[in-house]
């Protein structure tokens, strides 16, 4: 089974795909944590390396590529911003994670432990960029609210839900979906 889990920064991506992956039993794979590794690598800063990563187009299309080979593989859950998207013919089942902005960034802000106002700039920034660079590149918008939902078999607003319900509402939907065989 190949599972997504797409949205943008702070919705809970991360969290609820790991511990989705552990109850399903399949493997987990983050974009989002090879893109910081990669700014980490370069020894520059998420706005930094967003910035570099507008001028070289070619380490998005790799990144994609990735998610692509990745999910090849089978028994995966591809937690990233684009999976539903680029995987929209191959994925058994896709999830959208949204929510406010305010309660995204404070929830970095917890994760990260750095101001308010930092992450607000850091992931303005950093979505603006991404935002552009995934029109132009793929012509996807990822904040079309009538595509996604044609895309995406499940979307949730995790503002006011903890990690475990968002993760009982998707096992729910998966086992309506799929019945017992997904284990």
Same mark, same amino acid.
């Given at each position: 089974?190949?599972?997504?889990?797409?949205?943008?920064?702070?919705?809970?991506?991360?969290?609820v795909?790991?511990?989705?992956?552990?109850?399903?039993?399949?493997?987990?794979?983050?974009?989002?944590?090879a893109?910081?590794?990669?700014?980490?690598?370069?020894?520059?800063?998420?706005?930094?390396?967003?910035?570099?990563?507008?001028?070289?187009?070619?380490i998005?299309?790799?990144?994609?590529?990735?998610i692509?080979?990745?999910?090849?593989?089978?028994?995966? =859950? /591809?937690? !990233?911003?684009?999976?539903?998207?680029?995987?929209?013919? %191959?994925? *058994?089942?896709?999830? $959208?994670? #949204?929510?406010?902005?305010?309660?995204?960034?404070?929830?970095?802000?917890?994760?990260?432990?750095?101001?308010?106002?930092?992450?607000?700039?850091?992931?303005?920034?950093?979505?603006?960029?991404?935002l552009?660079?995934?029109?132009?590149?793929?012509k996807?918008? =990822? /904040?079309d !609210?009538?595509?996604?939902?044609?895309?995406?078999?499940? %979307?949730? *607003?995790?503002?006011? $839900?903890? #990690?475990?319900?968002?993760?009982?509402?998707?096992?729910?939907?998966?086992?309506?979906?799929?019945?017992?065989s997904?284990?």
């Amino acid at each position: 089974m190949i599972i997504t889990i797409s949205g943008l920064h702070g919705t809970g991506k991360s969290t609820v795909g790991k511990n989705l992956s552990k109850k399903l039993g399949i493997k987990y794979y983050s974009t989002g944590q090879a893109f910081r590794d990669l700014a980490q690598m370069k020894n520059m800063t998420l706005e930094q390396f967003t910035d570099y990563v507008e001028a070289h187009p070619e380490i998005d299309i790799e990144l994609d590529k990735k998610i692509i080979d990745v999910a090849k593989q089978g028994n995966m =859950l /591809i937690d !990233s911003q684009l999976s539903g998207h680029l995987l929209k013919d %191959i994925a *058994d089942f896709k999830i $959208l994670l #949204i929510c406010p902005i305010k309660a995204r960034i404070k929830r970095m802000v917890d994760r990260d432990k750095s101001s308010f106002e930092e992450k607000l700039n850091e992931t303005t920034v950093r979505e603006k960029s991404e935002l552009e660079r995934f029109k132009k590149l793929y012509k996807i918008n =990822l /904040i079309d !609210s009538k595509k996604n939902s044609q895309i995406f078999d499940l %979307i949730i *607003d995790t503002e006011k $839900l903890t #990690i475990l319900e968002v993760v009982d509402k998707i096992l729910t939907e998966i086992k309506e979906k799929f019945g017992q065989s997904f284990h």
